[in-house]
């Protein structure tokens, strides 16, 4: 194509080719907008106003229905639905406190989110840190025990959430049963787990006051050679003798 | 206008094989009110734009906002939003777009077909502001026709 061949319009032509001043819109159209626009003004003004209502968490889809609708991104999917349980609590207009959940369906979620996800760590994040910050210790003990069922499916991954549980328990619950419980399963099911988780059981044992459990939990493991760190095993031998002689000099008073 | 009542019949023909038969009728005719709405909005914007597309994307953006907009006026009046001029200035703006768009959330609520309890009042009420709206951009299509040149 040579050039010159098109000339394009100028844009000043294009606007004004097709429009006439809205001066020469009858009087009675200018009239019918101007009173439909106050009379939907009008009526919008006197709706009454939008109350902030807080929504009830539902229960999570089953989840063969998620791994169907995720088109085999379960982690994908699993990830949206932390995002959208965390985010629960923030409706439009209203926040929600922690004790105004519903715990079992918050479990419920969890527990969905790991069956789609289950090497994912976060969820057990949220039961053992997050959730239990509710100032209700019913609540607070079934996000723990959540956390503990969880355990026992997968104890290799997912020890460190019980080992925060169990010293939640001890410290923020004053449970400490329930401490040793978890810091003896640790240590029962979790052998690859670092030395301070599965020695937590003794530490919860002296703390309580339960010295001669402690001592013989702490000669046991010393003996038992599982324990190759020489500071390690050199913090652990000091530990032992000083246990004894606190047993010497005063009576252990039970917690 | 003929199509939005059609399309809600057949919404609501299908619905009525398991809800329950006063809140479909309820929620269909909610509905019909809605698409008369858009199918007013529809002519208005293809009348206005010429074009397809942009008339398209107005009318899609349009429902979008006019569903959300309670929404976005709870959140606007949230305190976590803050006490900001610019937050004022947000709201402000927010409480004067609710004052010239439907409300449609108040439109069709599923909660008629699940729980049942439709509420004919709320349908007296969408009836009014489906006739007012529908008044409304029927005299700016008109008002935009008026100034073209045919």
Known sequence: ?255 | MLIAVLVATLAALSQSILAAKGGVLAWGVSLALELVIMAALSLFCIVTFTQLMPAMCFVTGFYIVARALSAIRLISKSPLSGESPSQHVMSWLVDTLALVLPGFDRYAPTAWLADGGAQWSAVGTASVEAAIYTSLLCAAATFDFYRRNV
Request: proline share 6%; aromatic share 8%.
């Open chain 1, 1 to 255: 194509m040579r050039r010159g061949n098109v000339r394009l319009l100028s844009a000043k032509r294009l606007s004004q080719r097709n429009e006439r001043s809205w001066r020469s819109v009858p009087k009675s159209v200018i009239a019918a907008l101007a009173i439909a626009l106050i009379l939907e003004t009008g009526f919008q003004s006197h709706q009454p106003k939008t109350l902030a209502r807080a929504q009830a968490l539902h229960q999570p889809p089953a989840v063969s229905a998620l791994r169907l609708v995720s088109l085999g991104e379960n982690i994908a999917v699993a990830q949206l639905m932390s995002l959208y349980l965390q985010a629960f609590d923030n409706q439009p207009g209203i926040s929600i406190p922690f004790r105004e959940l519903d715990y079992g369906r918050v479990s419920d979620w969890l527990k969905t989110i790991l069956a789609l996800d289950p090497i994912g760590q976060y969820p057990l994040f949220l039961a053992s840190q997050v959730y239990p910050q509710v100032p209700d210790p019913a609540r607070t003990r079934s996000m723990f025990d959540f956390v503990y069922q969880e355990f026992l499916a997968d104890p290799a991954r997912r020890w460190r959430w019980l080992a925060h549980s169990a010293l939640a328990a001890r410290h923020r619950l004053k449970d400490n049963k329930l401490a040793l419980h978890y810091a003896n399963e640790i240590a029962r099911l979790a052998p690859h787990a670092p030395g301070w988780a599965r020695q937590m059981q003794i530490f919860i044992l002296e703390d309580i006051g339960e010295i001669e459990s402690a001592k013989i939990m702490l000669g046991a493991l010393i003996a038992s050679g599982e324990v190759r760190d020489e500071r390690e095993l050199h913090f652990l031998t000091e530990r032992l003798a000083e246990l004894e002689s606190a047993e010497k000099s005063s009576t252990p008073s039970k917690n």
